[in-house]
């Protein structure tokens, strides 16, 4: 089942923002929106926003999300050193009736 | 505190069976759908296989239909993966998801190696 376009990596100085993206198409991101998902090494994902601009209780404001047609993106600003981790993207596809996740960025912090 | 345990998960030769078993606890199980997700260095994280509150209701990725069933026990609290007809592709982590709006909870993950 095709999945969302990530870029493999970003890098950021430490306090700058970084814009992650994800591309999908009419029948996932530009139908039901996105989620973002972040996951340090060893650990199970954890959810950051849902539906394009919803974040979960206890997730930082300095993570946003929004969309602009098929392309999803996430905010992070102050970055810090925690924020290094890899991030993905994550919808409904209702062409393929099937959940579909991007291939994830990496994003480190300098 | 809103809980997913997995177990069951293990080596197993290709062609092999496995049951993957996901404790739920800190919310009311039945009122969600469940899902199964997997997660490898080669695929990233791949959506296996989803099943509503109730249970009459099941979807899978098209890479495991027919050799993989869902399944809950609401009394018990508890979501199940069998998984038939093993390939060496279906190696990975798997992770037992709630959904709602997204795959908002996680559970730790079971590792599954299927090889001679």
């Known amino acids: 089942q095709a999945g969302l376009t990530q870029p493999p990596s970003v890098s950021k100085d430490l306090r700058q923002t970084a814009t992650l993206t994800c591309t999908g198409n009419s029948n996932n991101v530009g139908n039901q929106g996105a989620a973002w998902l972040q996951q340090h090494q060893g650990h199970p994902p954890k959810l950051l926003s849902y539906r394009n601009d919803n974040r979960p209780s206890g997730i930082s404001e300095r993570f946003s999300a929004s969309r602009s047609g098929n392309t999803a993106s996430l905010t992070i600003t102050g970055l810090q050193p925690e924020d290094e981790a890899d991030y993905y993207c994550s919808a409904w596809d209702s062409s393929l009736s099937a959940w579909v996740f991007g291939g994830g960025t990496k994003l480190t912090v300098l | 505190e809103v809980q997913l345990v997995e177990s069951g998960g293990g080596l197993v030769q290709p062609g092999g069976s496995l049951r993957l078993s996901c404790a739920a606890s800190g919310f009311v199980f039945s009122s969600y759908w469940m899902h199964w997700v997997r997660q490898s260095p080669a695929k990233g994280l791949v959506w296996v296989s989803g099943?509503?509150?109730?249970?009459?209701?099941?979807t899978y990725a098209d890479s495991v239909k027919g050799r993989f069933t869902v399944s809950r026990d609401n009394a018990r609290h508890t979501l199940y993966l069998q998984m038939n007809s093993l390939r060496a592709e279906d190696t990975a982590v798997y992770y037992c998801?709630?959904?709602?709006?997204?795959?908002?909870?996680w559970g730790q993950g079971t590792m599954v190696t299927v090889s001679s």
């Open positions: 998801v709630r959904e709602s709006a997204a795959f908002d909870i």
């Open positions: 099943i509503n509150g109730d249970g009459s209701g099941t």
